[in-house]
């Protein structure tokens, strides 16, 4: 699947990727304004016209340095979001993928810290965490992440 232009340039989507090493390790990232205790798993946006599995490779190299290889479409969630009065829909594509060896932070700008953790932590604390903050984005990612747990003990 090839990612069409988006209007005005403006993102509606984001692909977030479940990194998985051989050992089951998952790949985690915390952004520098996330409250202590909160990590997700690595995501970005697909451009205009790159292949999805290209475009979700790439977004999960730049975020945690490792060389990714998509495995499986999970999930694809729509949702609109409300800010100031404001509607945004939103599409959240979600992916499985492969990768070997240590992570590390390509842009610290961005990405504060990456590391490898668990389905069991992100679901648990970190989820503890997230949902702490009152934040919509986090209660979102929070949902997110344990549906998503859900669709991968189901497939094994």
Do not use: N
């Amino acid at each position: 699947m090839v990612v069409a232009s988006t209007r005005g340039q403006t993102r509606l989507h984001d692909v977030t990727l479940f990194i998985f090493d051989p050992s089951g390790r998952l790949a985690l990232i915390r952004k520098h304004h996330y409250p202590p205790g909160v990590w997700r798993t690595p995501g970005g946006g697909v451009r205009p016209g790159e292949e999805f599995s290209a475009g979700a490779a790439r977004e999960g190299r730049e975020e945690t340095g490792l060389s990714v290889r998509v495995t499986r479409y999970l999930l694809r969630v729509h949702v609109t979001f409300t800010c100031d009065g404001q509607e945004q829909p939103w599409t959240t594509h979600v992916v499985r993928a492969e990768a070997e060896g240590e992570p590390a932070t390509q842009d610290p700008r961005e990405i504060a810290d990456v590391r490898w953790g668990s389905l069991e932590e992100l679901c648990g604390p970190i989820a503890e965490a997230m949902q702490a903050t009152g934040r919509g984005l986090f209660a979102y990612r929070a949902a997110l992440h344990r549906q998503v747990a859900e669709i991968l003990a189901q497939a094994w």
